[in-house]
């Protein structure tokens, strides 16, 4: 059996808010979640045995309500697609427009990204790894509770394959700060690409709902790609 070192925190880098389902995200937790849902537990996934073949598998953290993570995995239909998402409504969403697109690579989780990939993501399975404009948590003492830390990049790097990349997306300038100076300390990444842009320039992914928020805020989109270091 694969043993991981787990990655233990207390703080956690999102509020679950309760959220309202309406009825027909209910309908699709219900009817479409034994189909494309996968529960949390301790064990290790399958992902060959998952997705029923063999392809590279992305994974995204806080899909929020899946419609960029839809539109990826129809117009990837060559990879495997997994996405983590705590809020029930935003899970809904996304099942119902993968029913809608007829799509057969993609698998959700409702669960803290964390536990799944310190508890269900093997080692050096992943081929890419999409963070798309996580919670910023701009006030000082918040700052610990930003998913990009140390831990998360060792987290992240383990489970990626050779040549893997970490793909992040942030319309906060100070947390773009932040994650270049935690990459930076870091030796299992180096940097690929940076982009600061309005909007037009996004890095290999679709425009997403939290940035046309942003755009309309003036904020500007930071987008870094990540390369996971050769030997580490």
Known sequence: MQTQDPHRRSIRSFVKRAGRLTPSQRKALEELWPTMGLRHSP????????????????????????????????????KNYIGIEVHKPGVGHC???????????????????????????????????????????????????????????????????????????????????????????SNRFTCSERREHDGEQPLDRPRTKFERRGLKKGHRIWDGCFIKAPNN
Do not use: C
């Not at 060959?48 to 899909?63: K, M, N, S, Y």
């Not at 309500?65 to 990826?72: A, D, I, M």
């Not at 409702?110 to 701009?138: C, G, K």
């Open 43 to 78: 064990d290790l996934l399958d992902l060959d045995e998952v997705f029923a073949r063999v392809a590279p598998v992305v994974l995204e953290i806080g899909f929020g309500n899946g419609e960029t993570l839809v539109q990826q995995a129809f117009e990837n239909p060559d």
């Open 95 to 185: 099942l119902l427009k993968a029913h809608d697109a007829g799509i057969g690579n993609l698998r959700l989780l409702m669960h803290d990204a964390i536990e799944v990939l310190n508890s269900q993501i093997p080692l050096e399975s992943l081929t890419r790894v999409n963070l798309y404009f996580p919670d910023p948590w701009p006030k000082k003492r918040h700052h610990k509770r930003r998913i990009v830390q140390h831990d998360f990049l060792n987290l992240i790097a383990d489970r990626l394959s050779t040549n893997g990349s970490l793909n992040i997306a942030t319309d906060w300038a100070e947390y773009a700060e932040h994650i270049d100076d935690v990459v930076g300390q």
